[in-house]
């Protein structure tokens, strides 16, 4: 039987080519690239075509792409970056309630630091309000980070609104866009964005490897000191490996992004269809229309998300209750309480993530496997339990 991976918003499978063009970076052109010698030169070079590729994906120029370890440092480095170069100009920061907890442990340090950050609600599908954005704004705001999709639920945040309502207020813009880079369509330049996160191992790349796009003049500082690489803002020898893993991959994905796209959307809306047509007590959470193409969450009466994941392994198929940061934490989702789910409501959720590599076949085994697995898990459950959320 072969194994079915609906896990991909925790990570992705590495596409074969983007590990073919990686592997000459580990065996040959081990250079550093900050040598001269011609190692150094043809590590460099492949460094830079690796960031030329991030640039083009999202409408940059090169040197507006720094590498980074991840979607976390990324993350990390926008918000505390941007906030200590700008503190004079305003400690104030806008961000949501939804975000990935490399935003909102950021901002709970920030606070410490004597920053002041605002939490905006989302609506019941999980989407923040631009009208909302625009209230929040004081004369000290100096920075918006609004996500573009939502990891869990895969909400797609109306981010060109915000980006574009921050650029007249004059106050500048972070949006992580790690679950939707190569999934939805991203200029920098068009829809105003002056800092964006992505991270190779989300679309196809390797893992530990991540880039953060920040717009040229952005008074920005680092977090880190050392021999001057990434243009001071990130020293440390560049992952060079990985860094061409990372522009392989976002290159091919945005060549086949149309392919892709319409390809996971079939198979997620086999997926949503099968699931709630079949089972009563059941439902989607998030956005019926602006969903990531890849994300179906469900909600499911009377049943534990997490038992479900651990029948459906035993299917052969590996989903999650919500976000993999969180998967071993008995904590009910920040997410699903932004949305208004109470904690009976969140404890049978389950998210089924896919990838370009899904397929209608998959769908179909995900569905039987899914059917067998509440009724039979329902039917063990206590009555008490069964009964349970039903008016959602
Ligand atoms: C996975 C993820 C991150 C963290 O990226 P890493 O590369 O694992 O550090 C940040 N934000 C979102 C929305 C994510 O899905």
Redesign the pocket.
């Known amino acids: 039987m072969d194994h079915i991976f609906f896990d991909n ?1 925790a990570t992705t499978r590495i596409d074969d080519r983007v590990l073919e063009a990686m592997l000459p970076f580990y065996r040959t052109k081990y250079g550093n690239p900050s040598s001269i010698h011609s190692f150094g030169e043809e590590a460099k070079e492949g460094m830079e075509q690796a960031r030329e590729r991030a640039a083009a994906a999202i409408g940059a120029m090169p040197e507006e792409i720094f590498f980074t370890s ?4 990324s ?1 990390n480095i926008a918000l505390q970056g941007f906030a200590f170069a700008n503190r004079k100009k305003g400690r104030h920061i806008i961000t949501s309630t939804v975000e ?1 907890h ?1 935003i909102l442990r950021t901002c709970q340090f920030l606070e410490e630091q004597g920053f002041d950050i605002s939490y905006l609600p989302v609506d019941s599908q999980g989407a923040i309000d631009p009208d909302m954005v625009r209230s929040g704004l004081r004369d000290d705001t100096v920075l918006i980070s609004i ?1 573009t999709a939502n ?1 869990e639920i895969g909400t797609i945040q109306p981010f060109r609104e915000i980006a574009l309502l921050a650029h007249e207020m004059g106050v500048s813009f972070h949006t ?1 866009a ?2 939707a880079i190569t999934k939805v369509p991203i200029d920098v330049t068009k829809d105003s964005i002056d800092m964006l ?1 992505v ?1 190779g ?2 679309f196809h790349g390797p893992k530990g490897v ?1 880039a953060l796009y920040v717009r040229k003049g952005l008074p920005i500082r680092p977090l880190t000191y050392g021999g001057g690489q990434e243009r001071n803002l990130r020293p440390s020898t560049e992952n060079v490996p990985g860094i061409v893993g990372l522009g392989e991959a976002i290159h091919l994905g945005m060549r086949e992004m149309d392919a892709s796209v319409s390809n996971m959307i079939r198979v997620r809306d086999h997926i949503i269809e099968g699931t709630l047509g079949m089972l009563k007590g059941t439902y989607l959470n998030g956005s019926r229309k602006r969903r990531l193409c890849n994300n179906a969450h469900f909600r499911f009466d009377g049943v534990e998300g997490e038992a479900m994941v651990l029948n459906l392994d035993f299917h052969g198929i590996a989903t999650s209750t919500g ?1 993999a940061c969180s998967a071993r934490s008995t904590e009910t989702s920040h997410v699903l309480r932004a949305i208004g789910l109470t904690p009976d409501q969140a404890r049978g959720a389950l998210r089924v993530s896919l990838s370009k590599f899904s397929t209608m076949e998959e769908a179909d085994r995900f569905i039987t496997a899914i059917e067998e697995t509440v009724k039979r898990l329902r039917s063990l459950a206590p009555a008490g339990l069964r009964k349970g959320g039903r008016e959602g």
């Open positions: 918003s991840g979607g976390t440092e993350n990935h490399a996500m990891n992580d790690v679950q996160s991270s191992h989300k991540g976000s």
